[in-house]
């Protein structure tokens, strides 16, 4: 397990490192940066893994679903498994912000990129040789549809698998919990969705 430790200001890395975690420092803020440092980090070692899976650390997302995420790529029906929110939140844990924004984005890429998902979770898999064709390259919010987005533009096999979403149990959500983060993110989606599509013959 690789722990990205944006910023934190409390004794998580200290505590995961304990518990036996690889934990990575990455000063830079933003959701992708962590993402593409830890992601470094497995590029610089000789032996790569057969499959990548992401999740956030505030025990939102439940990492005993994982063998579920899993299963398609290891049985050879996907490249790449997300893990859909929608029908398994836990009330409060999606607001009306969030699920507005997740369905418009899933949306925005059904009419650009012609795939159709149910949401843009956190919770996500795929085989590393897949991953890696992705280049991705996104370090703030743009993350998680840059991969869905290009991954519908490459017409990989991808799989939904519905996951169990709780409330976080810390912290308060730098995108839903202000007003200023969810314009910030939400134009940020958008405009990453737009932009992949303007250059996708170079995808």
């Known amino acids: 397990m690789i722990i990205a430790d944006n910023g ?29 440092k830890a992601i470094a980090w497995i590029e610089d070692q000789n032996d790569p893994p057969e499959m990548i899976a992401f999740l956030d650390a505030d025990l939102s997302d439940d990492p005993a ?36 924004g997740s369905w418009l984005a899933c949306l925005l890429i059904s009419l650009t990129a012609k ?23 996104d370090q703030t919010w743009g993350w998680t549809v840059e991969l869905q987005m290009k991954a519908a533009l490459m017409k990989l096999a991808i799989v939904e698998v519905d996951v169990p979403y709780r409330c976080r149990a810390f912290g308060k959500s730098k995108i839903s919990g202000t007003v ?17 599509w303007s250059k996708r013959h170079k995808i």
Request: charged share 20%; glycine share 8%; net charge positive.
């Open 65 to 100: 679903a994982l063998p579920d995420l899993l299963a398609p790529i290891i049985s050879g029906k996907a490249q790449i498994v997300l893990g859909s929110r929608t029908k398994l939140a836990e009330p409060g844990s999606l607001n009306l912000v969030q699920r507005f």
């Open 180 to 196: 200023r983060g969810v314009v910030t993110a939400g134009a940020k989606i958008i405009t990453t969705i737009f932009v992949i």
């Open 115 to 137: 795939k159709r998902y149910t949401d843009l979770g956190p919770f996500r898999a795929a085989s590393w040789k897949t991953f890696k064709q992705l280049n991705m390259v």
């Open 8 to 36: 934190s200001t409390d004794d998580t890395p200290s505590l995961a490192e304990a518990r036996g975690a690889i934990v990575v420092h990455e000063s830079k803020r933003g959701y992708g940066a962590a993402c593409l």
